[in-house]
C-alpha cells in the first residue's frame, strides 16, 4: 500500500531522541489515539455510520500495525516471563481488534484500549525510572 509503514518515518524521527522505553510509551500513546478515533466513529447505538466504515478500518489497521510493532520491539532475552506474557498479550490485541473491524464490535476496541492505557502507564513510570538511573526491572503488571 502507499504507507506500507506508517510508524517507520514516525519511528526516524522519534527514535533519534527517545530511550527505548520511552519508544514504547509513543507506540502505545498512537494506538490509543487511533484506538479513540475509530471508538468516536462509532455511533450512540455502537453502530457504525456507514460513511464511518472505511475511516474505522483505517484507524484499526493503524493499531494492528502499532501491536505487530510492540511485538517486535520485545525482548525475550532480557524479558523473561514478562516478554512472553506481553507476546500472548499482544496476540490477544492483535485478534480482538481483527474481530472489533471484521464485526464492527467497538466493545472489544474499547476494552484492548482499556488495558492498552494500563501498560502504557506501567512503561511510563517503568521509562522514567529507567531514567533517574534507578534500575528497577521492567515490572509490567498485565493481572485485571
Known amino acids: 500500500g502507499m504507507n506500507a509503514n506508517p510508524l517507520a518515518a514516525y519511528r526516524e524521527t522519534r527514535g533519534k531522541t527517545a530511550s527505548p522505553g520511552q519508544l514504547v510509551v509513543m507506540l502505545y500513546d498512537e494506538a490509543i489515539k487511533q484506538s479513540d478515533t475509530a471508538i468516536g466513529l462509532f455511533g450512540p447505538d455502537s453502530k457504525p455510520k456507514p460513511e464511518?466504515?472505511?475511516?474505522?478500518?483505517?484507524?484499526?489497521?493503524?493499531?494492528?500495525?502499532?501491536?505487530?510493532?510492540?511485538?517486535?520491539?520485545?525482548?525475550?532475552?532480557?524479558?523473561?516471563?514478562?516478554?512472553?506474557?506481553?507476546?500472548?498479550?499482544?496476540?490477544?490485541?492483535?485478534?480482538?481488534?481483527?474481530?472489533?473491524?471484521?464485526?464492527?464490535e467497538v466493545s472489544r476496541v474499547v476494552s484492548v484500549r482499556r488495558m492498552l492505557a494500563e501498560l502504557r502507564d506501567a512503561w511510563a513510570e517503568a521509562a522514567s525510572k529507567a531514567q533517574s538511573g534507578s534500575s528497577t526491572p521492567v515490572g509490567v503488571n498485565i493481572a485485571g
Not at 464511518?52 to 532480557?78: C, P, R, W, Y
Not at 490485541?93 to 474481530?99: H, M, N, S, T, W
Open 52 to 104: 464511518h466504515i472505511e475511516a474505522i478500518n483505517m484507524a484499526l489497521g493503524k493499531v494492528q500495525d502499532i501491536i505487530t510493532e510492540l511485538m517486535a520491539s520485545l525482548d525475550f532475552d532480557a524479558g523473561g516471563d514478562i516478554a512472553k506474557d506481553l507476546f500472548a498479550l499482544y496476540v490477544w490485541f492483535g485478534r480482538e481488534v481483527l474481530e472489533a473491524n471484521i464485526r464492527k
